[in-house]
């Protein structure tokens, strides 16, 4: 004290409590507070705001969203040459993002303001202006080329991870947006689907990124609406050949693929597809994965992958496969599998359908049992299963029903639709499915079976006249089981 009355001023980068307060606890501290808190908690000092940089970077800018909108892309860039933030920000995100009503549905809605209307004519023309003058591929290439990204993802939903404030990860600008629109943003559908579509921002980050001379270890297509690449999208290799640098430092590759994919016209191929090329430029791949849209046919890719004169992934420890319906063979999953036996660890089967045999069917042998089986028989080392909703169709009668695959745990309990299951060797893993695993089969079909029955032991029965021969006269039995089954097939 200077006069025995007043204390000295405190230093609010030195004597402040807080200030004071180990690192590791402060960050537990600034753990329970909401954005905007944490934003002013950071204010107040510098070596407050030291301390809490790097935890505050890890989590909003290793991973960052971004969409197809001047102000959104220019943060990217503005990221991109930041001394310290550029650091950080490792894994980009580019949505489908874009205003789910044409602009002359929402005038004509009478729910906007003037100021609104103009936000929204705004939004449109903002997008529309990126495209059309390759502003979007600019931007792309300035901030790729500043951060040499190790994971670019495209996606059409917003992550629900944000704990902090029980929200989601949105793209950059989206809330502002919508708050000036009145509008709502929507990743699978909307107003410009052609310009912001998975295909679309698909060749222009490939392209970018060729540009940019950039590096990424993983391309990351992540889609839940009825989209994905077309295989028209897999040309940008033909365009830009400076992209086969970019594809040969891939190690992650997930694709989700629609329409375009393996084109027939009857049974005939119109021309190879273009994702054959593309895939064969990606040698270094470790983990594939192709999730396949209902509508599309699966089979030339996967039979292609299974040939052994098509790409063969050397250093592939991962496969997941997703969307493939009842029409391709157990025998080209086998293959594809067999094909990447020495270096093959996991194995992922989602949304898959598989064929049933007529011999599987009398003995109710599900064609998962005898995938499996077939599996464990052949010289291949997979340590891990990742298995969910598997299905396959019976026919009974004239009636075709999905029959889903479930699974139980060690006490015999329901785990609904899907399992996680490991060891040693593929033989142990194995062994827990096929103990795990069981079909629900269709009612109806048991309800043939006795109908088939019944009819075999009418065949046998004396008709009551003494002879021993079935009465010729009594010849409706057949009908009549044939209107059973009928009707079994109409109630069904």
Not at 15 to 21: I, N, R
Not at 113 to 124: G, I, K, S
Not at 379 to 402: K, P
Request: proline share 4%.
């Amino acid at each position: 004290m200077a006069d025995g009355t007043q204390s000295d001023s405190v230093n609010p980068q030195t004597g402040s409590f807080l200030a004071q307060v180990p690192a590791e606890l402060l960050i537990r501290i600034m753990a329970t507070l909401k954005t905007k808190e944490l934003g002013n908690v950071r204010l107040t000092c510098r070596r407050i705001e030291r301390t809490l940089f790097n935890s505050f970077a890890h989590e909003f800018f290793r991973k960052k969203q971004f969409m197809a909108y001047t102000t959104s892309v220019q943060a990217l860039v503005n990221i991109s040459q930041h001394q310290a933030l550029s650091q950080y920000l490792k894994h980009i995100l580019v949505s489908t993002d874009n205003l789910q009503t044409p602009v002359y549905q929402l005038i004509n809605s009478g729910f906007r303001t003037d100021e609104q209307l103009r936000q929204c004519r705004l939004a449109v023309a903002d997008n529309d202006e990126l495209w059309d003058t390759g502003a979007l591929y600019n931007m792309l290439v300035e901030a790729f080329r500043n951060l040499n990204p190790q994971i670019v993802d495209i996606r059409d939903f917003n992550s629900h991870t944000r704990r902090r404030d029980g929200g989601s990860w949105r793209s950059y600008g989206a809330r502002t947006l919508e708050g000036l629109t009145n509008a709502t943003l929507v990743g699978r559908s909307g107003a410009v689907p052609s310009r912001n579509s998975p295909t679309a921002l698909f060749r222009v980050v490939l392209a970018a990124l060729a540009t940019a001379g950039a590096r990424p270890k993983s391309i990351e297509i992540n889609t839940r609406g009825h989209w994905g690449i077309a295989d028209e999208g897999f040309m940008v290799l033909n365009r830009v050949p400076s992209l086969v640098p970019v594809l040969e430092s891939l190690e992650t590759l997930h694709l989700v693929l629609s329409p375009g994919i393996g084109v027939t016209q009857g049974t005939q191929p119109l021309g190879e597809p273009f994702i054959y090329n593309f895939l064969a430029s990606c040698p270094n791949i470790k983990w594939l994965r192709l999730n396949f849209d209902w509508i599309v046919s699966e089979g030339p890719l996967l039979s292609w992958l299974s040939r052994q004169d098509s790409i063969r992934f050397d250093k592939l420890e991962r496969i997941d496969l997703g969307g493939v319906k009842g029409n391709t063979r157990p025998q080209t999953l086998l293959s594809i599998i067999s094909k990447h036996s020495s270096t093959l660890q996991t194995v992922s089967l989602r949304r898959v359908q598989l064929p049933i045999t007529e011999e599987e069917l009398e003995t109710r042998t599900s064609p998962f049992i005898t995938f499996f089986k077939s599996l464990r028989a052949m010289a291949v080392d997979i340590r891990e299963f990742n298995l969910s909703s598997l299905r396959f169709v019976v026919q009974a009668g004239a009636g075709r029903y999905d029959t889903a695959v479930e699974f139980t745990d060690s006490a015999g309990l329901p785990k609904n639709d899907n399992g996680v299951f490991t060891g040693t060797s593929t033989a142990e893993c194995v062994q827990k499915i096929r103990a795990s695993m069981s079909a629900d089969w269709p009612r109806q079909l048991d309800d043939a079976d006795d109908g088939e029955d019944d009819e075999e032991d009418d065949s046998d029965e004396d008709d009551g006249d003494g002879d021993g021969d079935e009465d010729d006269d009594d010849g409706n039995d057949d009908d009549d089981d044939d209107d059973d089954d009928e009707d079994m097939q109409d109630g069904a």
